[in-house]
């Protein structure tokens, strides 16, 4: 009913900006919240930033507070995460997710994944 492309990965030095979009074709609801994840090899994925449709309330990992910033534009059905002091932690395949209930964890929906890599 929802599929997520998720674009704007590539190979970027530390220090530098990235911005990734996830484009959600179908319908989406008030209700939704959406999600960035991220995994690098042989890591768990974790989480990283989210935000609710309707409200636009944000939530942040430690590890990239101050850093990143997840926004979306409702008309375009487009989430966008602006990476910002880029640094070789960062290096991951990087995944939108949509939970159809803000307010449980289950994600209902999962993009293809698009990588970052951050050189030293």
């Known amino acids: 009913q929802v599929q997520l492309v998720e674009s704007g990965g590539g190979l970027v030095q530390a220090g530098d900006s990235l911005r990734l979009s996830c484009a959600a074709s179908?319908?989406?609801?008030?209700?939704?919240?959406m999600d960035w994840f991220r995994q690098a090899p042989g890591k768990e994925r974790e989480f990283v930033a989210s935000i609710t449709w309707s409200g636009g309330s944000t939530r942040y990992a430690d590890s990239v507070l101050g850093r990143f910033t997840i926004s979306r534009d409702r008309a375009k059905n487009t989430m966008y995460l602006q990476m910002n002091s880029l640094k070789p932690e960062d290096t991951a395949v990087y995944y939108c997710?949509?939970?159809?209930?803000?307010?449980?964890?289950?994600?209902?929906?999962w993009g293809q994944g698009t990588q970052v890599t951050v050189s030293s």
């Open positions: 179908g319908r989406t609801f008030s209700t939704y919240a």
């Open positions: 997710a949509v939970r159809k209930r803000s307010w449980d964890n289950r994600y209902d929906y």
